[in-house]
């Protein structure tokens, strides 16, 4: 024997090892890591019981693991009902039909809604109140995409077929109907994309420092106070050296050379200040 191996070739329009996509992951391993990532974005978690059994986030999600499997096995009625309990239980509601990815985790819990179309990407964390929701009476496409690593704050409201790039952020009662481009953060009504000021990676690479948001509107309005101080300075300044008499003109609209008023102003009863 010459100690060759022959390997039999794939039949032609096989798909090849490397483009066939990866096994589909059990309930059970997925539910695992859904307990598991608990401990590492809620400092109140105590052991697995205690999350197993006080974490309304993760009741729902169990529920809708399950109703998931049901809704793609076309299973519809049944899936509908367990997502209906989860909801009577927990106070979430997360359609059967939404696509949930790994270590997704509901903080609190009360008051999340969750579309049918929706699709969460892995390492997603969700505060209560938070929605993800539709635009339209369309049957297609009408619920946002959160990418890997997204944050939610609470009251955040995310609606219409659009795109929470990666590790992005939303900061709390938030209303998004745009896309939201990868690492950065939206806040506002309407939402605002800014970039943020600073973050904090921690050692499982989420960050949950929703509260260091940057303010758009509060850093506008700071310019413009600034803005206004600076001209208040130059027209005290103008106004002073008229006074004193080392202008020879009057600032034309702004103040009156001789008696120190606005220009605008009736009653200069000196000389050539007649309005």
């Known amino acids: 024997m010459s100690g060759i191996v022959e390997t039999s070739s794939p039949p032609s329009g096989a798909p090849s090892a490397e ?5 589909e992951r059990s309930i059970w391993s ?9 401990a590492d974005r809620d400092p109140a978690a105590r052991n697995t019981f205690d999350v197993l059994t006080c974490y309304p986030g ?3 999600i169990i529920a809708h693991r399950v109703a998931n499997a049901l809704w793609r096995r076309n299973v519809r009625w049944p899936a509908r009902f367990v ?39 892995d390492d997603v964390t969700l505060y209560h109140g938070v929605t993800l929701g539709g635009t339209s009476w369309n049957k297609g496409k009408r619920h946002p995409t959160l990418e890997d690593g997204v944050m939610c704050g609470a009251g955040a409201k995310i609606l219409g077929p659009i795109t929470i790039g990666r590790n992005g952020r939303v900061g709390a ?6 896309d939201v481009p990868a690492e950065m953060t939206v806040v506002g009504i309407p939402g605002r994309i800014v970039k943020p000021i600073e973050r904090r990676i921690a050692d499982h690479g989420i960050d949950l420092d929703h509260h260091l948001m ?3 509107v509060g850093r506008a309005l700071a310019c413009l106070i600034e803005h206004i101080n600076k001209i208040e300075n130059r ?12 202008l020879s003109q ?8 001789r008696c120190g008023n606005s220009c605008d102003q009736p009653g200069c009863e000196l000389p050539g200040c007649e309005h």
């Open 19 to 23: 483009s066939a996509p990866p096994p």
């Open 83 to 121: 997502s209906y309990l989860a909801r009577m239980v927990t106070n979430i509601d997360i359609h059967p039909g939404a696509t949930i990815g790994r270590r997704f985790f509901i903080d609190h819990g009360a008051g999340v809604v969750i579309g049918e179309t929706a699709e969460v990407g």
């Open 250 to 257: 009057a600032m034309e609209g702004i103040v009156c050379a």
């Open 235 to 246: 027209l005290d300044e103008h106004t002073a050296a008229e006074v004193v008499g080392e």
């Open 173 to 178: 009662n938030s209303v998004v109907t745009k």
């Open 58 to 60: 993760i009741h729902a």
């Open 214 to 216: 940057p303010d758009p």
């Open 30 to 38: 997925l539910l695992c890591e859904d307990v598991e990532c608990v």
